[in-house]
């Protein structure tokens, strides 16, 4: 069984930084970050596959968000840099044991999901 775990949400001003953690315990072979804003449908943000550290990201994020993994810790990461008030929502980190290149960045690709963490960008 996969449990997931976010931390490191909070408030930030425009144009500022955070950093995301997301500790993982089971066989997780693909894991990914994915935010929901109020009223808006889940949103993929950018994936990683554990084993070849191949990554894939949204449009929205690309050059903003990064992904990555801290493998000996079991660990995934999602640095956020220059954010706006626009990235404003609650942050899931997801995880599957197998997922087809179509749905890397769709929810409908993970199984495990952790609670979530909010992220709160003021202008």
């Known amino acids: 069984q996969v449990q997931l775990q976010e931390s490191g949400g909070g408030s930030v001003q425009s144009g500022g930084s955070l950093k995301l953690s997301c500790a993982a315990s089971g066989d997780t072979r693909c894991m990914a970050w994915f935010r929901q804003a109020p009223g808006k449908e889940r949103e993929g943000l950018g994936s990683i596959r554990t084993e070849s550290g191949s990554t894939y990201y949204g449009d929205s994020v690309k050059g903003r968000f990064t992904v990555s993994q801290d493998s000996a810790e079991d660990t995934l990461y999602l640095q956020m840099n220059n954010l706006k008030p626009e990235d404003t929502a609650m942050y899931y980190c997801?995880?599957?044991?197998?997922?087809?290149?179509?749905?890397?960045?769709?929810?409908?690709?993970?199984?495990?999901w952790g609670r979530g963490t909010q992220v709160t960008v003021s202008s």
């Open positions: 997801a995880a599957a044991f197998r997922v087809p290149p179509p749905l890397l960045l769709s929810a409908a690709g993970f199984s495990y």
